[in-house]
């Protein structure tokens, strides 16, 4: 059964990190891109980072170019997502999704229609 399972979501103060994981079992993630999103209340889910496993090939939206990065370990089937210098606006559940291909080389990577298989979901709030 593939699945993609994210971790390492929490709270943190503004100015500091967080990793998240995304995990994938079920199948090799060798032919796939792997996305980030958030959703907060209210809001629509937004496409943030991704990264083509086959290429290495990384994109990124403009509001996180610069503090986070995207990172992926093929052995372990895992895609990271480091988190610097977070805002109170990052607050939001963050999501991992997975696309067969190589939608990381293009502007698409931001639509959550182009990306087959979710994860559940992990919370991150920026807040003192």
């Known amino acids: 059964q593939l699945q993609l399972v994210e971790s390492g979501g929490g709270l943190v103060q503004p100015g500091g990190s967080l990793r998240l994981s995304c995990a994938a079992s079920g199948f090799t993630l060798d032919y796939y891109a792997i996305g980030w999103f958030r959703q907060s209340p209210g809001k629509e889910r937004e496409g943030l980072s991704c990264i083509n496993s086959k290429d290495g090939i990384t994109n990124y939206a403009d509001s996180v170019k610069g503090r986070f990065t995207i990172s992926g370990d093929n052995a372990k089937n895992t895609v990271y997502l480091q988190m610097n210098s977070l805002k109170p606006e990052d607050t939001a559940v963050y999501y991992c999704?997975?696309?067969?291909?190589?939608?990381?080389?293009?502007?698409?990577?931001?639509?959550?229609?182009?990306?087959?298989?979710w994860g559940q979901g992990t919370q991150v709030t920026v807040s003192l």
């Open positions: 999704a997975a696309a067969l291909g190589l939608v990381c080389r293009s502007h698409a990577f931001s639509y959550s229609g182009e990306y087959d298989y």
